[in-house]
């Protein structure tokens, strides 16, 4: 075997084992880059397993790169000729650049918590029938402290359709929080990324989920998700009542018409067939 061939294995090996961190950023979010990479940089992995921060700011402007670390492990994209799209669109180009087998969501204005990034790891390692694991989130109020909520699963496994029924019967509230997840790569794009919708994306693509794949929850908090008065789910735009309803329509239609399909690991990957798949 020549030398090239074998740093190939190595760079593979390498890939087969990384982590790629999906961040969509815009100006107002920006400062609080330094804060979700201080949380990164805390996660401890297990041996042999490394994380790759891929930051994909929602247009082009002069507004992000002074807050992007100077990192190795960060790679930083903008969008062309200024084309803004919203956080989906941003996270779904970020895919271009994940190369592992797993992606986790860390929005620009949040941080992880300690052991998030190695607890969601384990249990998708431990059962190849789960496609994708959330956690138990807390608000991050402005003066610094926490709040729960109640509602969350029992810690384990969610079976398929479970969030869908919750959400439904919950005044189109989920159970588990997306931006919490961490997910099978394959999966995510064979779903398509995140919903083309100006909000509700990331639930969208929770529901979608879990209508194809067994999910987890740890009921460990994985998640600081900050409430500060420029965040966008925060505008009136969020909730005006038409929007808001065309939103849900379709969110739930996607996730009913998905449910007729199931996913499964095939032997070496991940993706769907033609069966309710396993669970």
């Not at 090996?13 to 201080?38: K, M």
């Not at 987890?216 to 925060?234: C, D, H, I, N, P």
Request: with cysteine.
């Amino acid at each position: 075997m020549t030398e090239e061939s074998d740093q190939g294995k190595v760079v593979s090996a390498a890939v087969n084992r990384r982590v790629t961190i999906v961040t969509a950023v815009h100006g107002p979010s920006a400062p609080f880059l330094p804060e979700a990479y201080a949380s990164l940089c805390a996660q401890e992995l297990p041996a042999g397993w490394e994380w790759r921060w891929v930051i994909q700011e929602d247009g082009r402007t002069r507004d992000v790169r002074p807050y992007v670390p100077d990192d190795p492990r960060v790679a930083f994209h903008q969008g062309r000729h200024g084309r803004q799209g919203g956080p989906g669109l941003a996270r779904t180009m970020a895919l271009a650049h994940a190369d592992g087998p797993y992606v986790k969501i860390l929005d620009a204005d949040d941080r992880l918590a300690p052991g998030a990034l190695a607890r969601d790891l384990a249990a998708l390692e431990a059962d190849p029938s789960i496609g994708w694991a959330t956690s138990r989130a807390l608000d991050l109020l402005p003066d610094g402290s926490t709040a729960g909520f109640p509602g969350d699963p029992a810690h384990g496994p969610i079976e398929r359709g479970v969030v869908l029924d919750f959400w439904k019967a919950n005044a189109f509230r989920a159970q588990v929080h997306p931006a919490t997840l961490l997910v099978r790569r394959d999966l995510l794009l064979a779903l398509g990324g995140w919903m083309a919708l100006p909000a509700s994306e990331d639930t969208g693509l929770l529901l979608a989920l879990g209508s194809v794949s067994r999910g987890w929850f740890s009921a460990e908090v994985g998640l600081l998700y900050r409430k500060w008065e420029g965040q966008e789910t925060g505008r009136p735009a969020h909730t005006d009542p038409a929007e808001r309803t065309a939103r849900m329509a379709v969110v739930e239609a996607r996730a009913r018409a998905l449910a007729s399909f199931g996913w499964r690991p095939p032997e070496g990957a991940e993706g769907f067939d033609g069966s309710r798949g396993r669970g």
